[in-house]
């Protein structure tokens, strides 16, 4: 009579099971690595886009609530030639209220131009009379940096028989320009849109 053979272990592997589970963990390990660096290498390449759309929204934010509220107050020494805005390609210069936050009371000079390579934006007091204390002012706001070049255009009428055209610059007028263009180029070379603001009293204080 032959014996039964020894019943088999129904806990344990044998070593081709062994090896067969060790080449399918093998297989998806490489897989799940190659689509990790698939994912990082796809977040690489949207993080410089997505950080550089946030800054110009800030900018653009800034344009829209600061730039197109500047007031055409006059020039002091002169209230019925000019007021005070000074545009150039590369700065521009204005008179608003700071934002409430920085709790600066009555109108400022505001003062926006690319230094080293980030725009700053600067406050000045204006002054009310001989009795007004001098006010220390706050320190200059970045609001971008990484900045190659910014580009301002003003959009008005050079003279009074002229049409309305583009400048480069708008200083020493009787009133505010009709539009404001910025124009803006990252370290990385990256492009802004047009930026364009109409300033909301161009034609004097109502």
């Known amino acids: 009579m032959i014996a039964p053979a020894p019943a088999r272990n129904a806990e344990g592997f044998t070593l081709v099971e062994l090896l067969v589970v060790l080449a399918l ?27 550089a759309a946030a800054q110009f929204a800030v900018m653009q934010d800034f344009m829209d609530r600061e730039i197109a509220a500047a007031l055409p107050l006059p020039v002091p020494s002169d209230p019925t030639q000019a007021v005070q805005f000074d545009g150039e390609a590369d700065a521009i ?20 131009q690319l230094i ?3 725009i700053e934006v600067s406050w000045e007091a204006l002054a009310r009379g001989a009795s007004t204390p001098e006010e220390s002012p706050p320190r200059p ?3 971008m940096e990484r900045v190659r070049t910014i580009a301002f255009g003003y959009f008005g009428m050079p003279a009074a028989s002229e049409a309305p055209a583009w400048s480069e610059r708008w200083a020493d007028r009787a009133d505010l320009p009709e539009l404001i263009r910025l ?10 849109p047009d930026m364009i603001v109409a300033p909301r009293l161009v034609e004097g204080l109502q």
């Open 25 to 51: 963990t093998g297989l998806l390990a490489l897989g799940l690595y190659q689509a990790f660096r698939i994912g990082s290498r796809a977040a690489e390449r949207a993080r410089p886009d997505t950080d």
């Open 183 to 192: 124009r803006i180029i990252l370290a990385d070379g990256t492009r802004s």
């Open 93 to 112: 210069s204005f008179v608003g209220l700071p934002p409430a936050f920085l709790g600066l009371g009555g109108y400022h000079r505001l003062h926006l």
């Open 141 to 143: 706001s970045i609001l």
């Open 116 to 118: 080293e390579g980030r």
